[in-house]
């Protein structure tokens, strides 16, 4: 492939999945996910899932395409992104990228990691380590052969079983694996409000998922798929199983969640600062940032 193909992305809470749908109405547009928990079936109200009416009105693609408990990573993800937009390119219409997983876009972007495919098994025996002995101490082991490694897991837990799996499986550490040649063309605009603007928006969409089925889906799970660890650590579902497990109240797992969140946003203003390659800001909010993100679609992608 060598059409361009554009990304939106941005901080959590930033607007990008209704600034999307927004454009969709007005380009030919098909949304490729690039979110890290939309792949899982059934983790649906703590991630703000795109609701069926929304999916019927514009196709979405990686959304709901492996169960809870089974292993997802980014070669998968960039391997199915690839596969979705050629598809959605000769259909003569247009792939929308549009997520705030790093990782995931990078890999497209820039090129998807060579590392060998997860093993459950070493993982899980990983996670047990985690629970005994604490992040802490793995990180040490992973900082000691790769600190680029250790700086990338950025206190995730999931990235540092995966981390840890590679170094242990192969003796050599993920950032010893040299990407694979990216096989599109990324034109990105990125979403950058001020963060104080999103904070409020953190704490009303953590409060409203909470009242609006996020432990009844947590408990559901938790009954269907009882080892689902990778699916577990995403923000929201973490918390709440503690709070169903009597760890912490209601009120100590919703501050949890709002906590994990402003984290992220602070990693993801990290990270999408210095975005490579080619890049647009559109610090804006609400009519503004549609009408700016218009302009942008426009210019690069012709008009309606």
Same mark, same amino acid.
């Given at each position: 492939?060598?059409?361009?193909?554009?990304?939106?992305?941005?901080?959590?809470?930033?607007?990008?999945?209704?600034?999307? +749908?927004?454009?969709?109405?007005?380009?030919?547009? *098909?949304? @490729?996910?690039?979110?890290?928990?939309?792949?899982?079936?059934?983790? /649906? !109200?703590?991630?703000?899932?795109?609701?069926?009416?929304?999916?019927?009105?514009?196709?979405?693609?990686?959304?709901?395409? !492996?169960?809870?408990?089974?292993?997802?990573?980014?070669?998968?993800? !960039?391997?199915?992104? *690839?596969?979705?937009?050629?598809? @959605? &390119?000769?259909?003569? $219409?247009?792939?929308?990228?549009?997520?705030?997983? @790093?990782?995931?876009?990078?890999?497209?972007?820039?090129?998807?990691?060579?590392?060998?495919?997860?093993? %459950?098994?070493?993982?899980?025996?990983?996670?047990?380590?985690?629970?005994? $002995?604490?992040? /802490?101490?793995?990180?040490?082991?992973?900082?000691?052969?790769?600190?680029?490694?250790?700086?990338?897991?950025?206190?995730?837990?999931?990235?540092?079983?995966?981390?840890? *799996?590679?170094?242990?499986?192969?003796?050599?550490?993920?950032?010893? &694996?040299?990407?694979?040649?990216?096989?599109?063309?990324?034109?990105?605009?990125?979403?950058?409000?001020?963060?104080?603007?999103?904070?409020?928006?953190?704490?009303?969409? %953590?409060?409203?998922?909470?009242?609006?089925? +996020?432990?009844?889906? !947590?408990?559901? +799970?938790? =009954? $269907?798929?009882?080892?689902?660890?990778?699916?577990?650590?995403?923000?929201?579902?973490?918390?709440? @199983?503690?709070?169903?497990?009597?760890?912490?109240?209601? *009120?100590?797992?919703?501050?949890?969640?709002?906590?994990?969140?402003?984290? +992220?946003?602070?990693?993801?203003?990290?990270?999408?600062?210095?975005?490579?390659?080619?890049?647009?800001?559109?610090?804006?909010?609400? =009519?503004?940032?549609?009408?700016?993100?218009?302009?942008?679609?426009?210019?690069? &992608?012709?008009?309606?």
């Amino acid at each position: 492939m060598n059409r361009a193909v554009p990304v939106l992305t941005g901080p959590s809470a930033s607007g990008k999945s209704s600034l999307a +749908l927004w454009l969709a109405d007005r380009w030919p547009l *098909e949304i @490729v996910s690039a979110d890290a928990t939309m792949v899982y079936r059934g983790l /649906d !109200v703590g991630t703000d899932k795109p609701s069926a009416a929304e999916r019927a009105r514009v196709p979405h693609h990686l959304v709901d395409v !492996v169960d809870p408990d089974e292993a997802y990573d980014v070669v998968r993800w !960039v391997e199915g992104a *690839e596969r979705a937009i050629a598809e @959605v &390119f000769a259909r003569g $219409r247009i792939p929308l990228v549009v997520g705030g997983t @790093v990782y995931y876009l990078r890999g497209l972007c820039e090129g998807r990691p060579t590392t060998p495919p997860p093993d %459950a098994e070493v993982q899980r025996a990983i996670r047990a380590e985690l629970q005994g $002995r604490g992040a /802490d101490a793995l990180l040490a082991e992973l900082a000691a052969a790769s600190p680029v490694d250790a700086a990338r897991v950025a206190g995730n837990p999931r990235r540092l079983v995966r981390a840890l *799996e590679v170094l242990r499986r192969t003796g050599r550490p993920p950032a010893d &694996f040299p990407p694979r040649a990216p096989r599109v063309r990324c034109r990105k605009l990125v979403l950058w409000p001020e963060r104080a603007a999103l904070k409020g928006k953190v704490w009303a969409r %953590a409060r409203w998922q909470f009242e609006h089925g +996020l432990i009844d889906e !947590v408990q559901a +799970l938790l =009954a $269907r798929y009882p080892r689902m660890p990778t699916a577990l650590q995403s923000i929201g579902y973490k918390e709440v @199983v503690r709070y169903l497990q009597g760890e912490w109240s209601y *009120e100590e797992a919703l501050e949890a969640d709002r906590r994990a969140v402003w984290r +992220l946003i602070k990693r993801q203003y990290t990270w999408l600062r210095r975005e490579p390659g080619d890049v647009a800001y559109l610090p804006r909010a609400g =009519a503004a940032a549609r009408e700016g993100a218009a302009f942008w679609f426009e210019r690069r &992608f012709g008009r309606p």
